[in-house]
């Protein structure tokens, strides 16, 4: 008899149905509710801000005005300078895919006086980077005029870059001197450059070339830099520890070499991308958008790897005066080969279409700037900047003058103002970020979703899988292998806690899918998890999916090859033990109602982003935890997961919901017969052979052992019944039956 069989009653099925449907009813409801009262967060952040941290020595903000929002900063009564959130101004995406908040200072000749970080959500800064050094960054651009500098020609301020979070610090500077320079000019009264007399592009001028032409006469521009130029960059940069590290190789060998194109223009378009290429951009272009196109040779690649990761081009920017460009990923394609027959071949080419939004004038003197860092430590880089300019020719361009009307004053603009949205202005008919981000992560989504198949699989197939126990352990061990290497170190698709918190604030404030869209492998998890805790509870992610999980099992599993000792709890002190993890989850929620960015300090003691997400290149205290973690489970099989884990009490507590027990037991479970009990690698099963749901992985071991003819009591009584059966059913047992008794032989005559 099936011990907990009740669980398979109708009435009780459909009285856990309908607490999952009113659950999700509920959700939805509080989720809509909430973004039905999303706010003005520029208004709400005021509350909390001192304005002396902005605008130095004011003591009052006063009412935001215009469109965007800039709020007069008040000393004594007096207007002393503005303040401004970049987020309203400009797109402030960084690597999470959300909102950015800097709270802007500038004084009243739109000089930067002050900034201040509001609100992020970098996965960089954390699991690691200290928010102290981001605000050093920030401090070094205040005392800079985006507009003086413009006028007079100057670059900004050349400030260190925060190694280990490069995109995220350039979006933050970018953001700041891009806003800085339109609020500036809103301040001053002074009209857009872009609205006075300007060169423009002439689309009927020139004509279909070859690329010695074009190079000749300065449709494309060239900058080639040797080892020599970046050792002597790096030396004159004063940083000791990256001179130590020249570039190897002879000096003057190529390091990289980078050629630029304005391709938006017809004639220069159809010479290097052909006809049909030029035709297929123009369809990609709106009115008056422009196209670069950028080719690499060399050692040193202007794309880097980063845009893989967080959709950003972190190696090369686009300035003009006060305004610049980081290229994303939604904005570039990829090309082949060049139209000309008598081009050279590179490495990689890009196109990068520059954004509709941007104060760009193509035609006038722009630059690219190539951004080469050099590692001087695990986490550590250092950084110097090549910069190539361009200036369309004069055969490509013309001059005109354009009228323009009177500035509206400083509580209003003529420009249209740019909506804080995580994706492009709602003017453009761009596709939303998160879609563009799921497209080119394709690749990782189909093993991901391969991998969902496979895990769902074996849990409808277990009663085949787990009674071959040599066949089910190697499935087992390649898919925790997977599960740690790809899904984890590579994919670095690591659940955590702070998803959680972030998810229930979300709820309660301005809830919107985009947020948590925005990273494609953490929402099909997130989404396996919600089905699996309807189906089975939190088992299929803590015991498959987790790839911390899957490091502690396979860590303890050579241990036990180089025969460490294993621990055994005493079930009075463990039943009183895995209670903690409730108590740190339930903790963090409260923190979390009240402050987030504490909320998800606490949540290290998580050791996921020191294991698993910076793959233990971290300072040495946040390491010695995650290793002495390991360490323990190297005596006690998944300590942290039994102990300490909040995220698996956070799923343990929906995980009552479920719908299913695919879990045997027999009536003799615990009673005599304890193996279970003593095998369970988390302790999930009580001493009389009950499985406690809230702590249960679904490894499935107890499966094995429920069909195991040697080692299950009941399956061993079986198996001998079995073959007691058939030995007596056996040829030989029956020959031996029906043969009558040998006699001796009778003594013949003359023995």
């Given at each position: 008899m099936r011990r907990g069989r009740d669980r398979n009653d109708p009435a009780r099925w459909f009285k856990g149905m309908r607490a999952s449907l009113l659950a999700c009813f509920a959700i939805l409801l509080l989720a809509s509710s909430a973004t039905a009262q999303t706010t003005s967060r520029l208004v709400g952040y005021l509350d909390t801000v001192d304005p002396a941290s902005v605008v130095p020595g004011a003591d009052q903000f006063g009412a935001p005005e215009g469109a965007p929002p800039l709020v007069p900063v008040l000393r004594e009564g007096e207007v002393a300078g503005y303040a401004y959130l970049t987020s309203d101004v400009v797109n402030t995406a960084g690597y999470s895919g959300k909102y950015i908040d800097v709270l802007v200072g500038l004084d009243t000749d739109g000089t930067i006086v002050g900034a201040q970080l509001l609100e992020h959500h970098e996965p960089i800064v954390l699991i690691g980077?200290?928010?102290?050094?981001?605000?050093?960054?920030?401090?070094?651009?205040?005392?800079?005029?985006?507009?003086?500098?413009?006028?007079?020609?100057?670059?900004?301020?050349?400030?260190?870059?925060?190694?280990?979070?490069?995109?995220?610090?350039?979006?933050?500077?970018?953001?700041?001197?891009r806003s800085a320079a339109r609020m500036g000019r809103r301040i001053a009264g002074s009209?857009?450059?872009?609205?006075?007399?300007?060169?423009?592009?002439?689309?009927?001028?020139?004509?279909?070339?070859?690329?010695?032409?074009?190079?000749?006469?300065?449709?494309?521009?060239?900058?080639?830099?040797?080892?020599?130029?970046?050792?002597?960059?790096?030396?004159?940069s004063g940083g000791a520890r990256a001179a130590e590290r020249p570039e190897k190789g002879p000096p003057d060998a190529v390091f990289a070499e980078i050629y630029v194109a304005l391709v938006s223009h017809p004639a220069i378009g159809r010479s290097l991308l052909g006809d049909a290429g030029f035709e297929r951009l123009q369809g990609r272009l709106d009115e008056d958008q422009s196209a670069i196109l950028v080719m690499g040779e060399g050692r040193y690649s202007f794309k880097g790897s980063g845009y893989v990761r967080g959709g950003i081009f972190d190696r090369i920017q686009l300035t003009q005066g006060a305004e610049s460009?980081?290229?994303?990923?939604?904005?570039?394609?990829?090309?082949?080969?060049?139209?000309?027959?008598?081009?050279?071949?590179?490495?990689?080419?890009?196109?990068?279409?520059?954004?509709?939004?941007?104060?760009?004038?193509?035609?006038?003197?722009?630059?690219?700037?190539?951004?080469?860092?050099?590692?001087?430590?695990?986490?550590?880089?250092?950084?110097?900047?090549?910069?190539?300019?361009?200036?369309?020719?004069?055969?490509?361009?013309?001059?005109?003058?354009?009228?323009?009307?009177?500035?509206?004053?400083?509580?209003?603009?003529?420009?249209?103002?740019?909506?804080?949205?995580?994706?492009?202005?709602?003017?453009?008919?761009?596709?939303?970020?998160?879609?563009?981000?799921?497209?080119?992560?394709?690749a990782s989504i189909s093993v991901l979703v391969a991998m969902l198949a496979a895990l769902t699989a074996i849990f409808f197939f277990q009663d085949i899988l787990v009674k071959r126990p040599k066949l089910f352990d190697r499935i087992r061990l390649v898919y925790l292998g997977v599960t740690l290497v790809w899904l984890g170190w590579v994919a670095k698709a690591q659940l955590s806690v702070v998803n959680v918190l972030a998810f229930a604030q979300a709820l309660r404030t301005d809830f919107q899918w985009s947020y948590f869209l925005a990273d494609p492998l953490i929402f099909i998890l997130w989404f396996s998890v919600a089905a699996a805790l309807l189906f089975w509870g939190r088992g299929p992610f803590c015991g498959w999916l987790c790839p911390f999980g899957a490091l502690q099992e396979l860590a303890n599993r050579a241990g036990r090859l180089l025969r460490i000792p294993q621990v055994k709890v005493p079930w009075a002190l463990h039943e009183r033990l895995w209670p903690i993890k409730y108590i740190i989850f339930l903790v963090l929620f409260g923190v979390s109602l009240t402050s987030l960015a504490l909320a998800?300090?606490?949540?290290?003691?998580?050791?996921?982003?020191?294991?698993?997400?910076?793959?233990?290149?971290?300072?040495?205290?946040?390491?010695?935890?995650?290793?002495?973690?390991?360490?323990?489970?190297?005596?006690?099989?998944?300590?942290?997961?039994?102990?300490?884990?909040?995220?698996?009490?956070?799923?343990?507590?929906?995980?009552?919901?479920?719908?299913?027990?695919w879990l045997k037991r027999y009536r003799d479970c615990g009673n005599p017969c304890m193996r279970c009990h003593n095998e369970c690698p988390v302790g999930a099963i009580h001493p009389e052979g009950h499985i406690n749901p809230n702590e249960c992985i679904s490894c499935l071991h107890c499966q094995v052992l429920y069909h195991h003819d040697h080692k299950c009591p009941v399956m061993i009584q079986k198996r001998l019944k079995r073959e007691k059966r058939a030995a007596m059913a056996s040829p030989s047992m029956r020959g031996a039956a029906a043969a009558p008794p040998r006699t001796a032989p009778t003594p013949q005559e003359g023995d």
């Open positions: 980077i200290p928010e102290a050094r981001i605000e050093t960054y920030m401090s070094e651009l205040v005392g800079f005029n985006p507009l003086k500098a413009a006028a007079a020609g100057e670059e900004p301020p050349d400030v260190d870059i925060v190694s280990g979070a490069t995109v995220t610090v350039l979006v933050i500077g970018d953001s700041i001197l009209p857009d450059p872009a609205d006075t007399t300007r060169r423009i592009v002439d689309p009927d001028a020139g004509e279909v070339t070859d690329w010695l032409t074009l190079l000749g006469n300065g449709a494309i521009r060239r900058l080639s830099i040797s080892v020599e130029d970046v050792n002597r960059a790096f030396e004159q460009i980081r290229f994303r990923d939604k904005q570039h394609e990829r090309i082949a080969d060049l139209a000309p027959g008598d081009a050279p071949s590179f490495n990689e080419i890009a196109l990068f279409r520059i954004p509709e939004d941007a104060r760009i004038r193509p035609a006038e003197t722009w630059s690219l700037h190539l951004l080469v860092q050099r590692a001087i430590g695990a986490l550590d880089k250092a950084f110097v900047t090549f910069a190539l300019d361009y200036r369309l020719p004069a055969p490509y361009a013309q001059t005109i003058r354009k009228a323009t009307p009177p500035p509206d004053g400083r509580g209003a603009t003529t420009e249209a103002p740019v909506a804080p949205a995580l994706d492009e202005s709602p003017g453009q008919a761009e596709t939303p970020l998160w879609q563009r981000i799921w497209r080119s992560k394709v998800e300090q606490l949540s290290e003691i998580e050791p996921f982003k020191t294991a698993i997400i910076l793959r233990f290149l971290r300072d040495w205290w946040f390491v010695l935890f995650a290793v002495s973690l390991l360490v323990a489970g190297l005596f006690i099989e998944r300590f942290f997961c039994r102990y300490l884990c909040p995220l698996g009490a956070a799923l343990a507590i929906p995980g009552r919901l479920r719908m299913f027990d």
